[in-house]
Nanobody
Framework: VQLQASGGGSVQPGGSLRLSCTASGTIFSVISMGWYRRSPEKQRDLVASITSSGLTNYADSVQGRFIISRDNAKNTIYLQMDGLKPEDTAVYYC???????????????WGQGTQVTVSS
């Protein structure tokens, strides 16, 4: 399973960015997908996640500013980030909790990371 993320970049405070991530390869089912981020000297923390049924979970710091959505047919998730702040600066990683085969256990996969920089 490969995760291809895109959409990072640089933006001024208050601006917006949209990240996308597509899972491809041997996939029987995708249980959930999400975004994590890691800034210098910090651990990788959950930003937002969404299950196949559409249940979402957000970090308190992004609640009300970020929206996660998914296209199940394309195994793709999106993260609309509005009202960006300098503290949102980080490398954002896509994550997918996948069952590759009907008989297999769930496996966690990670994308390569995309840089988001919020600065004036």
């Amino acid at each position: 399973v490969q995760l291809q993320a895109s959409g990072g970049g640089s933006v001024q405070p208050g601006g917006s960015l949209r990240l996308s991530c597509t899972a491809s390869g041997t996939i029987f089912s995708v249980i959930s997908m999400g975004w994590y981020r890691r800034s210098p000297e910090k651990q990788r923390d959950l930003v937002a996640s969404i299950t196949s049924s559409g249940l979402t979970n957000y970090a308190d710091s992004v609640q009300g500013r970020f929206i996660i959505s998914r296209d199940n047919a394309k195994n793709t998730i999106y993260l609309q980030m509005d009202g960006l702040k300098p503290e949102d600066t980080a490398v954002y990683y896509c994550n997918a909790d996948v069952r590759p085969y009907s008989w297999s256990a769930r496996v966690d996969y990670w994308g390569q990371g995309t840089q988001v920089t919020v600065s004036s």
